[in-house]
């Protein structure tokens, strides 16, 4: 089976493992410290913790910037891992659920009308498949009204808004290091942000001392991980983008199918390379049978899930039931690549 996730590691990813076993310094050591200074100057902000899960990461960032009861509403997209609405209720606050676009980013239009009818804290826009939001027009709403903006980074290391990198866009940030991410660590997240003083309630969530906190660490193994998957990112990137525009190329007149698109402005980091088919099913289930390991992102919209507060979301829904993605990684071989075109070409021409 050719996975739809593997990771990419190399010689110095196992090494390092090894060096931090043998230094005896296993946890809060110098690959942590390495690893958040790297990765706050890849992304170019003034501040990063590290954190032991993307889900943790939006849990923190929302409590940091001050959203603790009901009445704080918090803008998210229909189509997102659940984690992005799940730790608006863990956080205490109401999440008020909108519609995607076409680049299954959050519509701009309803952003507008939602923060008129809802008078949201916060908004969080998605940069889905590793694809960034509109982020000068969500800027634009939320100018001069106090709403915060929290990127949910997670699926777009490296990605880009008019030159300038996912996680340095908004207000705060959080990122994911799970095992599928662009960089993997197995676990891991990172929280983000320009502002001194949101970066002092971060440290206050996660630091034992000014008021009750949590434990969210991650360990020297998985800093040391993280920083050598840090290292290969625009390599690893450069190389999902030239599958990306093989898939493209190759699928381009296949009927009924739509294709990914990079949006003018946007650097697409393809962390999925996601697939809309109105017989999506069917598709999946013969390419798995010819040993693709193809499935569906994401089978659920937010709204619907979790039975929450929601503008139309016509889009997100038709986008639930048609999306599916198949392998896009640094792992895949060149025949790899060449068998999924093929099998994809023929697979689509018989449902
Ligand atoms: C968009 C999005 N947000 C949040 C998360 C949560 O990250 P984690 O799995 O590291 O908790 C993920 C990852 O799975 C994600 O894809």
Not at 207 to 233: C, D, K, M, V
């Amino acid at each position: 089976m050719i996975p739809i996730i593997k990771p990419y590691f190399g010689r110095e990813e196992e090494e390092t493992v090894l060096e931090i076993m043998k230094s005896g310094q296993i946890t809060r050591g110098p690959w942590t410290l390495k690893f958040k200074e790297a990765f706050k100057d890849y992304i170019g902000v003034s501040y990063c913790h590290t954190i032991c899960s993307g889900t943790a990461a939006l849990y923190i960032a929302l409590k940091a910037i001050g959203i603790s009861k009901r009445e704080d509403v918090v803008i998210v997209p229909a189509l997102s891992f659940m984690a992005t609405i799940d730790a608006v209720y863990m956080a205490g606050g109401t999440p008020v659920v909108i519609d995607v676009d076409e680049s299954y980013t959050m519509d701009i239009n309803q952003l507008a009308e939602a923060v008129e009818k809802y008078k949201p804290k916060a908004v969080i826009p998605v940069h889905l498949f590793g694809q960034t939001a509109q982020m000068d027009k969500i800027k634009q709403i939320c100018k001069d009204k106090n709403i915060i903006i929290l990127e949910d980074a997670a699926q777009a290391h490296g990605a880009e808004f008019r030159g300038k990198k996912a996680g340095s866009l908004g207000d705060i940030s959080a990122f994911s290091f799970y095992a599928s991410k662009n960089v993997a660590m197995g676990e891991g997240g990172a929280i983000l942000t320009n502002n001194p003083e949101i970066d002092e309630k971060i440290s206050n969530w996660i630091e034992f001392g000014a008021h009750p906190a949590l434990n969210l660490r991650i360990t020297e193994f998985q800093a040391g991980i993280g920083y050598w998957q840090l290292r290969r990112l625009e390599e690893t990137n450069e190389k999902r983008r030239k599958i990306a525009m093989i898939y493209n190329r190759e699928f381009e007149n296949l009927p009924g199918l739509v294709l990914p698109q990079e949006y003018p402005d946007r650097k697409h980091v393809f962390h999925i390379y996601a697939l809309r088919h109105p017989r999506r099913n069917q598709i999946i289930e013969k390419l798995l049978q010819k040993g693709i390991g193809a499935r569906v992102y994401y089978d659920y919209t937010l709204h619907q899930l979790r039975n929450a507060e929601h503008l139309p979301c016509e889009f997100g829904e038709l986008a639930k039931d048609q999306l599916f993605a198949i392998p896009i990684h640094a792992s895949l071989t060149d025949s790899e690549v060449e068998y999924i075109v093929d099998t994809v070409k023929e697979v689509v021409k018989e449902v």
